[in-house]
């Protein structure tokens, strides 16, 4: 994801999401939330996560642009690991080509 400079110790997914996969990621976490069976299946969607972000200002900022295409495709993974926490897997499926441009606000 092009964390590198990231220092806080959360991040939202849902600030750094396409505005097209915002729904998709809000419904699989409803879904999650709604099944806190330890025994269920993990929970799949492919979304499209903004690339390069830093914490600045506690609001997700990009740090850079990339050269293609400013979000990087990814297929996350959720499911509860015990009573009070989810575990979270992402496979990056696209590759970031970032350039060393900094972002113009």
């Not at 830093?54 to 495709?73: C, G, L, W």
């Amino acid at each position: 994801l092009g964390l590198e400079s990231f220092k806080s110790d959360q991040l939202s997914l849902l600030k750094i999401t396409h505005d097209e996969d915002v729904e998709v990621l809000s419904s699989l976490l409803d879904q999650v939330k709604s099944d806190k069976n330890l025994n269920s299946l993990p929970l799949m969607a492919q979304v499209r996560f903004q690339y390069g972000v830093t914490d600045h200002d506690r609001a997700p900022a990009k740090s850079y642009v990339t050269q293609f295409e400013n979000y990087i495709h990814a297929e996350i993974l959720m499911a509860w690991s015990s009573s009070t926490s989810i575990i979270l897997g992402l496979t990056i499926l696209s590759e970031a080509r970032p350039s060393l441009a900094p972002h113009a606000s």
